[in-house]
């Protein structure tokens, strides 16, 4: 692992929220995705995590995205060598934005980030504010049914909100299948995943 790289990984059960409305690279039904800090103290993981965005040791990572054998499932991934200038400048921006905190609701605002949007906003920076990678329309639609899934009803219904969908927003699948993204590794029994 290098700064710079992605990480992304499968928290949770398989019934999880995220992955059941986003597919990733091949299948892979990752749920959340941070970058790779490397530095004299170790590796870490740059990542928007509640209750904020923040510097995480990598085993932690690690240790979170563990299915019931203590596995992780995990997929990382490396910008292409012709889009590497762009990385400490992202990273600059990143950090940056330590402490600023989780984004619960998933909006485009800068006053709160979840973890593909930290991705999104470090890099359109470093690209000089045009994209890098697009944000799309949110999508809350079951893959299975095409309806939207009910723990986002319920979810969004606690802020007393609709469901956003047809927002502009990101995810961690729709990163992970950029075709400027090198797949270096994929770890684990990750759902979803076709090798």
């Given at each position: 692992?290098?700064?710079?790289?992605?990480?992304f990984s499968f928290i949770g059960s398989e019934q999880n929220a995220i992955s059941a409305v986003t597919e990733g690279y091949?299948?892979?039904?990752?749920?959340?995705?941070?970058v790779i800090v490397t530095n004299g103290l170790g590796t870490f993981v740059l990542e928007a995590f509640p209750p904020e965005v923040r510097l995480t040791n990598i085993e932690v990572f690690k240790r979170r995205s563990e299915d019931n054998n203590g596995a992780p499932r995990l997929i990382l991934g490396r910008l292409q060598n012709s889009h590497h200038t762009l990385i400490p400048d992202a990273l600059t921006y990143g950090l940056m934005q330590r402490n600023v905190p989780y984004d619960v609701r998933y909006m485009p605002s800068e006053a709160a980030l979840y973890c593909s949007e930290l991705i999104v906003d470090m890099f359109k920076h470093a690209n000089g504010g045009t994209e890098f990678f697009e944000e799309n329309p949110m999508s809350f639609r079951d893959t299975a049914t095409g309806e939207i899934h009910p723990t986002w009803i319920r979810y969004y219904a606690q802020f007393g909100m609709a469901v956003p969908e047809g927002e502009p927003g990101s995810n961690p699948g729709d990163i992970s299948k950029d075709a400027r993204l090198s797949i270096l590794d994929v770890i684990g029994n990750i759902p979803g995943y076709q090798p």
């Open positions: 692992m290098q700064s710079g790289d992605l990480i091949r299948g892979a039904r990752v749920n959340h995705v941070g």
